[in-house]
């Protein structure tokens, strides 16, 4: 079975400063890949996604992820981080053609300090 | 616009009663699925369904019970079978059941048991 490790649990940076979010995942075939972001008390908003092709993705707000194989890695990345970028990120895998293969990390929550 | 829509937002219940989750979408996405969040644990699944009439017990089905009688609805009943039903739920729906097709996701419920 699949399964997403993001090994940060809160991270803490300054407004401006850049943001690399971590996300490595085990399954045995290239998977389906996304990152999502949730605000306190609200559902969850897709950024970004990977299914194949250039292993650098472009994301909405400003976000980009770079798809690893070789570290089975799909981190997430921003140059510069607003203060409305606080908020809690989940890495997920979907796999295969079940519909109920869509697993998602514990998450990352990101504090931005002024 | 289309979407998903949670209801209640905030719900009370007490001990030994059973309460029903809302979610409906218009979206005309053929799986639903219901997850649970409690901090520091991710997203859990719940129940998931591919297709009207038809649903699937996800990781933590124990306690809870769904329906799919129409396409654009997937209610959830918190049952008092379930001990700690204390939690943020989420609904999600997917065009279809294959892996690289992204979640869209409602605004989600907290129950809390008084």
């Known amino acids: 079975a699949q399964s997403v490790t993001q090994p940060d649990i809160h991270i803490t940076v300054s407004e401006g400063a850049s943001l690399e979010l971590r996300c490595n995942y085990s399954?045995?075939?290239?998977?389906?890949l996304f990152w999502y972001v949730q605000s306190p008390g609200q559902g969850l908003q897709l950024l970004l996604k990977?299914?194949?092709?250039?292993?650098l993705v472009q994301g909405i707000k400003g976000f980009e992820a770079e798809f690893k194989r070789s570290q089975s890695s799909f981190n997430l990345r921003k140059p510069s981080v607003h203060w409305s970028d606080a908020a809690e990120y989940f890495c997920?895998?979907?796999?295969?053609?079940?519909?109920?293969?869509?697993?998602f990390g514990s998450g990352t929550q990101l504090t931005v300090l002024p | 616009d289309g979407g998903i829509t949670q209801s209640p937002k905030y719900l009370f219940r007490k001990e030994g009663q059973n309460v029903t989750l809302s979610c409906e979408q218009n979206?005309?996405?053929?799986?639903m699925y219901w997850y649970r969040q409690d901090p520091g644990q991710g997203l859990r699944l719940i129940y998931y369904?591919?297709?009207?009439?038809?649903?699937q017990k996800g990781d933590i089905a124990e306690g809870y019970s769904v329906s799919r009688e129409k396409k654009e609805s997937f209610p959830l009943t918190v049952t008092s079978a379930q001990k700690n039903p204390t939690a943020f739920y989420l609904c999600?729906?997917?065009?279809?059941?294959?892996?690289?097709?992204?979640?869209?996701f409602g605004q989600g419920t907290r129950l809390t048991v008084v």
């Open positions: 997920a895998v979907g796999t295969g053609g079940s519909a109920r293969q869509l697993t």
């Open positions: 369904s591919q297709i009207v009439n038809d649903f």
């Open positions: 990977y299914f194949s092709g250039d292993t």
């Open positions: 979206l005309n996405h053929d799986a």
């Open positions: 399954y045995g075939a290239t998977p389906y």
């Open positions: 999600a729906s997917k065009l279809d059941g294959r892996g690289f097709t992204e979640a869209f």
